[in-house]
């Protein structure tokens, strides 16, 4: 118990100095998780508009992958960015295994089919309610998936907020494609994993402290904006 109450005070004074270290591996997580959400939002938002609005042969099916890919083992995920960004893969010449921008691809990966499949579920109410003023507006689907994206903006907000929080957990696909390289690619999830089984518990907890920390004011965020599209809507 006295090692654990040391371990926990050098914790707390890491994370009240700003520790070197400590910070370089947060900014870094931030940076790429934030980065991942973004390019994934690119993908993820619009074809969660697009199966809310359309219906054509084979949408049932695409929602129910996209429903079973929510699941998607990181390891697998991160396998396949590995194959893909290996020297003998089809990407391999651009070198970006082992980087930052490979761990940004495989969270990007993992959290597009959260994206599209929780979009499609939060608009596909918005098109039933408006639905029929914008086919009187000559609003077709093309038209119809930017008026909802906008129209949707708070809710999608917490959309986002989940995929965030989904990314700054993720530990196994950035260990393989990012190789947990100090002062590169350690990031804190991998971090966290690293020092806990050197057994430098400080630095672990330390981590440990901030990652809480920002899953809590990411639920926060998630419900404040759920609570003004609520009031929106009202």
């Known amino acids: ?3 654990l109450s040391l371990a926990f005070d050098a914790a707390l004074t890491l994370v009240a100095t700003g520790d070197e270290t400590l910070s370089r591996i947060i ?5 790429v998780s934030i980065s991942a959400v973004l390019f994934a939002a690119l993908v993820g938002l ?3 508009a697009l199966l809310a609005v359309a219906r054509f042969p084979g949408r049932h099916g695409i929602i129910t992958v ?5 699941g998607l083992p990181p390891v697998v995920a991160g396998l396949v960015i590995y194959l893909l960004l290996s020297r003998s893969g089809p990407l391999g010449s651009l070198g970006l295994l082992f980087t930052p921008g490979a761990m940004v691809i495989a969270q990007a990966l993992l959290i597009a089919p959260i994206l599209a499949a929780l979009s499609r579920q939060v608009l596909e109410g918005l098109w039933e309610e408006y639905a029929e003023q914008l086919r009187s507006f000559g609003a077709g689907t093309w038209r119809a998936v930017p008026t909802l994206l906008w129209d949707g903006r708070f809710a999608l907000l917490t959309v986002l907020l989940a995929g965030f929080g989904r990314a700054s957990a993720e530990v196994g696909a950035v260990m393989i494609v990012g190789g947990n390289i100090e002062g590169f690619t350690r990031v804190m999830t991998t971090a966290i994993a690293l020092e806990t089984s050197k057994g430098d518990l400080p630095l672990a907890l330390a981590l440990g402290l901030v990652l809480m920390a920002i899953v809590l004011a990411v639920n926060a965020a998630a419900q404040v904006a759920r609570d003004a599209a609520v009031r929106r809507a009202g």
């Not at 900014?27 to 940076?31: E, P």
């Not at 996209?66 to 929510?70: R, T």
């Open 1 to 3: 118990m006295s090692d």
């Open 27 to 31: 900014l870094l997580s931030l940076q």
């Open 46 to 48: 619009p074809l969660g």
């Open 66 to 70: 996209l429903n079973a890919l929510m």
